[in-house]
């Protein structure tokens, strides 16, 4: 029995009620159960891309085996069938951002690729020489290189809101920043090399009381948040599918309607459109006119599956289980007095990133590796918050919802083996 | 299972520790960076050739400990060769640290302290560690001062 249809079964009770049992969802994970080097996998870098429920694997599995064809073509059987999974997957997204309407759901490649239509779509049409872009040192460079090639056509400019010593956003600072020529600010949700939750209700208030617009990158934040994007009242809200237990190749772009519909089209092609001739050709409406080309059809569907399966776990109590993980992790690691957290913020996501003296992150991820444990070393794409901290590489070990605080200690124990080979 | 005392041997933690030939000498007259993007190593090899000779060697930089290592150990071993011998340890280290079984077998003894990096062999990401150090040398020997990089 899965831990889904357990939780779905009970639901009579509410899934916020009933307890998490880790070691119940573990076994929703197939990779998990396998041995790397004649130790038990442990997987701490679901910052990177999270494993697969079986759910996911096996709704993929079924649409390729049973019940596939292109979608918004055929008029035969398969075909709706197939279209009619994909648009659901469309509303099962929009319900997890809580998002006005389905059309305000664009499918993506990935929070990459939303960023990349933003600034190519909207910024290229409506910004203009001189106009500013409020990003933060935090950024992952899937949200600063898109606004740098902006630069470079637009000749907008880029301002950076810094951050504290905890790698906390400071709000005065960003504040300051916001001025006439404002006219985005793009920012993450959470910090994927520190963790840091990001005040959005804050940063997005400033932003509007100014008529700024605001692109929030959520990757970080959809596997560990409940978020509400109408109650954010977010401009553009991305993320990926497959941080999000989802398949990869396949994420989202959420935008407000009138937003969507005022921009041109990203890419041009088949789905796009309405009607083509050689003189005109007049586009579709949106969502549509932002999906050129046959999409990740199976993802979008896989992605639906993980939203139903994180749903039925229950945002809040998979919440609770990895800040109590976080909190263990986080007490074990501080005490090794050689290592330095980085990113200490008073809210976080299970993400600990961290540096330990004399030994380099990448030499600490080979003796972790022989140990199974699977961690990130490096600068996790986010050199411009790597170099606040004067680290120019860390070690993070991030939780997804299938850790358990056992696995954080099996980290520490590795950690002591780093340390004892270092001498 | 392979042990992790292959890969992390006294010598090479104690280059990395204590790098040999850090610096940069006053005489050099050729000079090569190399960064290794994936895990953040970068370094800066100074040479004084003369007469198809490496006279001077010496490097500036930070990396993880097997980058290091080799960085220090290699200052040592090409240190007075000439370009083409120094070209030809290269390809025997190279061969060291990437095959089961390293070309000219029969000569690795010219390797000398160098085959503590055999180990390397058994960590298939961590060989551009090894090797950074020696493509940046060869870099600077080819009097390149442009960026030299693993990717």
């Not at chain 1, 679901?46 to 494993?51: C, E, K, N, Y």
Request: charged fraction near 25%; proline fraction near 4%.
């Amino acid at each position: 029995m899965s831990a889904t249809a357990d939780v779905l079964r009970s639901s009579r009770n509410g899934p916020e009620t009933a307890a998490f049992d880790v070691w119940r969802v573990r076994e929703d994970f197939p990779i998990l159960k396998q041995k790397i080097y004649d130790r038990p996998l442990v997987f701490l870098d679901s910052a990177a891309s999270a494993q697969k429920p079986r759910v996911v694997i096996e709704a993929i599995r079924y649409r390729y085996a049973a019940e596939y064809a292109n979608i918004h073509r055929g008029v035969y059987y398969l075909s709706q069938r197939t279209t009619q999974a994909f648009e659901d997957a469309r509303t099962k997204v929009q319900r997890f951002l809580n998002a006005r309407e389905a059309r305000e759901i664009v499918f993506v490649r990935g929070a990459t690729e939303a960023i990349n239509l933003v600034a190519q779509s909207y910024g290229r049409t409506f910004f203009g020489e001189g106009d500013e872009i409020v990003l933060s040192t935090m950024e992952h460079h899937s949200n600063i290189v898109p606004w740098q090639m902006l630069r470079e056509q637009k000749g907008v400019v880029l301002r950076v809101a810094p951050i504290n010593d905890a790698g906390e956003l400071l709000l005065e600072e960003y504040e300051k920043l916001l001025g006439p020529k404002t006219k985005l600010v793009a920012i993450t949700h959470c910090s994927n090399a520190l963790g840091t939750i990001t005040p959005l209700p804050e940063v997005i208030r400033l932003a509007h009381d100014r008529g700024i617009r605001v692109l929030v990158d959520g990757c970080q934040a959809v596997p560990h948040l409940k978020v509400d994007v109408q109650e954010l009242d977010c401009d553009f809200y991305v993320f990926s599918g497959h941080k999000l237990y989802g398949p990869s190749g396949i994420g989202v772009l959420y935008g407000k309607a009138e937003l969507l519909e005022a921009m041109p089209p990203y890419q041009g092609g088949g789905e796009m459109i309405i009607s083509v001739t050689f003189e005109k050709t007049e586009y579709n409406a949106i969502p549509y006119k932002f999906e050129a080309g046959t999409p990740h059809i199976t993802g979008a569907i896989g992605l639906g599956t993980a939203i139903d399966y994180v749903t039925a776990l229950g945002t809040e109590r998979i919440a609770a289980h990895e800040q109590a993980v976080l909190a263990h992790a986080t007490e074990r690691l501080k005490e090794i007095n050689s290592l330095r957290l980085i990113g200490t913020a008073e809210h976080k996501v299970s993400i600990l990133s961290f540096t330990i003296n004399d030994v380099h992150p990448h030499d600490v991820g080979t003796i972790l590796d022989r140990e199974g444990i699977a961690v990130r070393a490096g600068h996790h794409c986010a050199q411009p918050v790597m170099e606040r901290f004067g680290a120019p590489a860390t070690v993070r070990a991030s939780f997804g919802l299938y850790n358990t605080t056992e696995e954080a200690d099996v980290l520490v124990t590795g950690i002591r083996k780093v340390l004892e080979i270092f001498g | 299972m392979f042990d992790l005392r292959e890969l992390y041997q006294e010598v090479i933690l104690d280059h990395s520790k204590s790098p040999r030939n850090y610096g940069r000498p006053a005489n050099a007259n050729c000079q090569a960076h190399g960064d290794n993007p994936l895990c953040g190593d970068r370094l800066t090899v100074y040479l004084n050739v003369q007469d198809g000779v490496v006279k001077e060697i010496a490097f500036e930089g930070s990396g993880c400990a097997i980058s290091m290592a080799s960085a220090s150990l290699m200052t040592e071993a090409v240190r007075g060769k000439t370009e083409v011998e120094a070209r030809g340890l290269f390809k025997r280290f190279h061969s060291l640290v990437t095959e089961a079984e390293p070309a000219d077998a029969d000569d690795t003894g010219a390797l000398d302290k160098l085959t503590v990096f055999a180990g390397v062999r058994e960590f298939p990401i961590r060989v551009k560690c090894a090797t950074l150090p020696w493509h940046t040398f060869t870099g600077a020997l080819d009097r390149r001062v442009d960026m030299i990089s693993t990717e």
